[in-house]
């Protein structure tokens, strides 16, 4: 084969894995969706595999492909949302202005309170939290005793205002939960809290 041909080959191939990678995040956002979706008015565990596929459009192969169960679709829901929460208290923002930290966490949620409300209805606010708590703490070394209380301790904190906010239907707005968050969490914690990766 001609250097050209392998080219070729080599530029169409990646054009299929990229465009197999892009219908696979496709069915993964359809099926979240589905699930999201049928969760407002049934149990978790009223909930089946055929119910979701329909209410996705997707292919019993295809759910099988991506999941494993329904857990599973709810971790990935879950670690999303930890991302643009914690997107939200980046250290670049911390570093400048408490407020605006708290402000931006806020904006985040309101813009995903469907999934808030969905998470407090279905009684797994706890679990949500912990998912966060994991990919957090995953940073802090072992031997860090006051460091890993100190962490689940903010993190409890966060998620009670922020739960505490859905519950009262976000009728203050971002600035005001700034504000309040301003005035009784520590500014320590929370330059603590945002000096961790939340990659892992």
Not at 19 to 40: G, H, Q, V, W
């Amino acid at each position: 084969m001609s250097e050209s041909a392998s080219q070729s080959e080599l530029a169409r191939r990646n054009a299929l894995r990229l465009s197999n990678m892009e219908s696979n995040r496709l069915t993964r956002e359809c099926i979240e969706t589905a699930l999201l979706i049928l969760m407002e008015d049934k149990d978790l565990d009223d909930i089946t595999i055929t119910s979701i596929i329909q209410k996705a459009g997707v292919s019993r192969s295809a759910y099988y492909r991506n999941y494993r169960s329904k857990e599973d679709i709810l971790t990935g829901v879950f670690d999303e949302a930890a991302q643009a929460m914690v997107g939200a208290l980046s250290e670049p923002i911390a570093q400048r202005d408490m407020r605006e930290c708290y402000q931006l966490l806020f904006e985040q949620v309101w813009h995903a309170r469907r999934l808030f409300q969905i998470v407090r209805k279905a009684g797994m606010a706890d679990r949500f939290q912990e998912t966060v708590n994991r990919r957090y703490l995953a940073g802090i070394a072992q031997t860090d005793v006051q460091g890993y209380y100190r962490v689940r301790s903010w993190i409890g904190s966060i998620f009670n205002i922020v739960f505490g906010w859905i519950e009262r239907d976000c009728r203050e707005s971002a600035a005001t939960m700034a504000r309040i968050c301003q005035s009784f969490l520590s500014e320590d914690d929370l330059r603590f809290g945002t000096s961790r990766s939340w990659e892992r």
